[in-house]
């Protein structure tokens, strides 16, 4: 066996990575110029708002609501083992905006939205609709692509907002009825403490989780290989690959606000 | 015209159009025959650009069709795909008046409905059809939302793929009636895929067959019973003995 070909099986795969980052980059772009070029499809972007904006309240919100609570919990039986109970309302607020917020919240959209956008444009490929959007005129990436991936990078900011508020009053809800804080002290420890980066970085991660969930949704669908089988596999990728990019784009954007 | 020189496709080792040489007279009504999965679907997905050919030209009037304004070369195409392709988030209506309710042909909404119930009607469905959704049709109701989608907009050339597949003979003869008065009073340029031999009769003014990747015969309809080609007479009588194989 030549000394070569462990490399090159090595390689490969690196290779194909490699050129599936390119293309999501090129699909990106395409779709990021189409943004500022007519025509412009409003009745599209307003049903992408309504499923991806308003339907995802419900789901983020009661991910918020469990997430305060038991981080109240947590952090009172953390503190206490250095008599710092009463950091609860500080910590509540910060982990929640800076990063339970966004993340959590961008997570559950990822497992909503993206599914949902590449399961339904995967099948409109596989149906040839989108061939037939093409033969009438009609650009697909701007008539399916665009609208949806301008909703949720304006909507999920919106979305980590709500869920930033109902999960500090998860936190504040239990403090006050399981651990003895009090109601405006708590409040009010909140309101001193939060500066207003601490929920604008948050906000900010929300669009960039937004634009991948989004991207990850159409570009995946727009590529579905043929068949039900096909739709499926895109639908799983959409999700794995939104998910990890939230993450690993998490992570960076914490660096760059935060690190000193 | 149009016209197909050396066009190659192959998908992975799939070679499945291996230099079609084929010219569609302006005019004229051009039916494709075939074996199924011979790639005659490719053929008209490569002249609308929506598949891209490895190897060859296709010209629309002398202009390479890869070249030039793609918007105005396809607001001179209807195409009816094999499936129906019908958006399913948009009612009937919608559907047929895509074209009328958006981009250059755009006009009032009520026009554009108007516009579609006609063609509706002339496709043999009711008025009633139009505010359903395509997933409330049978699949012969859908191919014909999509026959009446592809005429809406009264284009010059129109691609039909197996217009007739999944209908009723009576309604197959509306259809391919229909087709044909296309082609003499609006003057278009038609080509249509279709196994139906009656079809084939009733709507060619030539014919063309597509064997292994090459245009195996072509010629008048008229001369299409005599040609001596054993490809063609096996096709047209369906047998199953012969020099194209039945099992593929
Ligand atoms: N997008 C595609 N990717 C891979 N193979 C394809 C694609 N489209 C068609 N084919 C293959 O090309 C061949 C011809 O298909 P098609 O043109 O649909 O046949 P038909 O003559 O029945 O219309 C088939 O083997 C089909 O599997
Ligand atoms: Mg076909």
Same mark, same amino acid.
């Given at each position: 066996?030549?000394?070569?070909?462990?490399?090159?099986?090595?390689?490969?795969?690196?290779?194909?990575?490699?050129?599936?980052?390119?293309?999501?980059?090129?699909?990106?772009?395409?779709?990021?110029?189409?943004?500022?070029?007519?025509?412009?499809?409003?009745?599209?972007?307003?049903?992408?708002?309504?499923?991806?904006?308003?339907?995802?309240?419900?789901?983020?919100?009661?991910?918020?609501?469990?997430?305060?609570?038991?981080?109240?919990?947590?952090?009172?039986?953390?503190?206490?083992?250095?008599?710092?109970?009463?950091?609860?309302?500080?910590?509540?607020?910060?982990?929640?905006?800076?990063?339970?917020?966004?993340?959590?919240?961008?997570?559950?959209?990822?497992?909503?939205?993206?599914?949902?956008?590449?399961?339904?444009?995967?099948?409109?490929?596989?149906?040839?609709?989108?061939?037939?959007?093409?033969?009438?005129?009609?650009?697909?990436?701007?008539?399916?692509?665009?609208?949806?991936?301008?909703?949720?990078?304006?909507?999920?900011?919106?979305?980590?907002?709500?869920?930033?508020?109902?999960?500090?009053?998860?936190?504040?809800?239990?403090?006050?009825?399981?651990?003895?804080?009090?109601?405006?002290?708590?409040?009010?420890?909140?309101?001193?403490?939060?500066?207003?980066?601490?929920?604008?970085?948050?906000?900010?991660?929300?669009?960039?989780?937004?634009?991948?969930?989004?991207?990850?949704?159409?570009?995946?669908?727009?590529?579905?290989?043929?068949?039900?089988?096909?739709?499926?596999?895109?639908?799983?990728?959409?999700?794995?690959?939104?998910?990890?990019?939230?993450?690993?784009?998490?992570?960076?954007?914490?660096?760059?606000?935060?690190?000193? | 015209?149009?016209?197909?020189?050396?066009?190659?496709?192959?998908?992975?080792?799939?070679?499945?159009?291996?230099?079609?040489?084929?010219?569609?007279?302006?005019? /004229?009504?051009?039916?494709?025959?075939?074996?199924?999965?011979?790639?005659?679907?490719?053929?008209?997905?490569?002249?609308?650009?929506?598949?891209?050919?490895?190897?060859?030209?296709?010209?629309?009037?002398?202009?390479?069709?890869?070249?030039?304004?793609?918007?105005?070369?396809?607001?001179?195409?209807?195409?009816?795909?094999?499936?129906?392709?019908?958006?399913?988030?948009?009612?009937?209506?919608?559907?047929?008046?895509?074209?009328?309710?958006?981009?250059?042909?755009?006009?009032?909404?009520?026009? +554009?409905?108007?516009? +579609?119930?006609?063609?509706?009607?002339?496709?043999?469905?009711?008025?009633?059809?139009?505010?359903?959704?395509?997933?409330?049709?049978?699949?012969?109701?859908?191919?014909?939302?999509?026959?009446?989608?592809?005429?809406?907009?009264?284009? #010059?050339?129109?691609?039909?793929?197996?217009?007739?597949?999944?209908?009723?003979?009576?309604?197959?003869?509306?259809?391919? #009636?229909?087709?044909?008065?296309?082609?003499?009073?609006?003057?278009?340029?038609?080509?249509?895929?279709?196994?139906?031999?009656?079809?084939?009769?009733?709507?060619?003014?030539?014919?063309?067959?597509?064997? /292994?990747?090459?245009?195996?015969?072509?010629?008048?309809?008229? #001369?299409?019973?005599?040609?001596?080609?054993?490809?063609?007479?096996?096709?047209?009588?369906?047998?199953?003995?012969?020099?194209?194989?039945?099992?593929?």
């Amino acid at each position: 066996m030549s000394i070569a070909s462990p490399l090159a099986a090595l390689g490969r795969p690196v290779l194909r990575a490699l050129a599936a980052v390119g293309r999501v980059a090129l699909f990106a772009g395409e779709a990021v110029s189409h943004l500022f070029r007519p025509p412009f499809y409003g009745r599209e972007f307003l049903t992408a708002l309504i499923q991806i904006g308003w339907l995802s309240l419900p789901v983020v919100g009661l991910t918020a609501i469990f997430t305060g609570g038991a981080l109240a919990l947590q952090i009172y039986a953390g503190g206490a083992r250095f008599n710092a109970e009463a950091v609860v309302p500080q910590i509540v607020a910060i982990g929640m905006t800076r990063e339970l917020g966004p993340v959590l919240g961008g997570l559950m959209v990822a497992a909503r939205v993206a599914s949902s956008i590449a399961a339904e444009l995967g099948t409109m490929k596989v149906t040839e609709q989108i061939d037939a959007l093409t033969t009438l005129s009609t650009n697909p990436m701007k008539y399916l692509a665009v609208p949806r991936i301008l909703a949720a990078t304006l909507a999920v900011p919106v979305l980590v907002a709500v869920g930033d508020s109902i999960g500090i009053a998860g936190g504040w809800l239990v403090a006050i009825s399981r651990l003895d804080f009090n109601s405006a002290g708590y409040l009010k420890n909140t309101l001193d403490f939060l500066q207003f980066w601490d929920i604008g970085s948050g906000l900010v991660k929300g669009a960039v989780f937004g634009f991948l969930v989004a991207l990850m949704g159409c570009y995946m669908g727009m590529t579905s290989g043929r068949g039900a089988q096909g739709v499926g596999a895109a639908t799983k990728a959409a999700v794995v690959a939104a998910s990890v990019l939230i993450l690993a784009s998490n992570y960076l954007l914490t660096e760059v606000f935060f690190s000193a | 015209m149009i016209e197909l020189s050396g066009v190659h496709k192959a998908f992975g080792d799939n070679r499945v159009l291996r230099g079609v040489d084929l010219v569609i007279p302006k005019g /004229q009504s051009m039916v494709v025959i075939g074996g199924s999965g011979t790639g005659k679907s490719v053929l008209l997905k490569s002249v609308l650009g929506l598949v891209r050919p490895d190897l060859g030209t296709i010209t629309l009037d002398g202009v390479d069709v890869t070249k030039g304004d793609r918007d105005a070369f396809l607001a001179r195409f209807g195409m009816l795909f094999q499936g129906g392709a019908l958006f399913d988030s948009l009612r009937v209506w919608e559907n047929v008046a895509f074209r009328l309710l958006r981009g250059h042909q755009k006009r009032p909404k009520t026009e +554009a409905r108007a516009i +579609a119930v006609e063609k509706l009607r002339r496709v043999g469905l009711k008025p009633e059809v139009a505010d359903l959704y395509p997933a409330e049709l049978s699949g012969g109701m859908q191919k014909r939302v999509g026959l009446a989608r592809a005429i809406a907009a009264e284009p #010059e050339i129109i691609f039909f793929d197996e217009p007739t597949t999944g209908l009723d003979p009576i309604m197959s003869g509306v259809i391919n #009636e229909l087709i044909r008065e296309i082609v003499v009073e609006m003057g278009a340029t038609a080509m249509t895929i279709t196994h139906d031999m009656s079809s084939v009769r009733a709507i060619a003014d030539r014919v063309a067959m597509l064997h /292994q990747g090459v245009i195996q015969w072509t010629g008048p309809v008229s #001369e299409m019973d005599a040609t001596p080609d054993p490809y063609v007479q096996q096709f047209i009588h369906g047998r199953a003995d012969g020099p194209i194989e039945s099992v593929r």
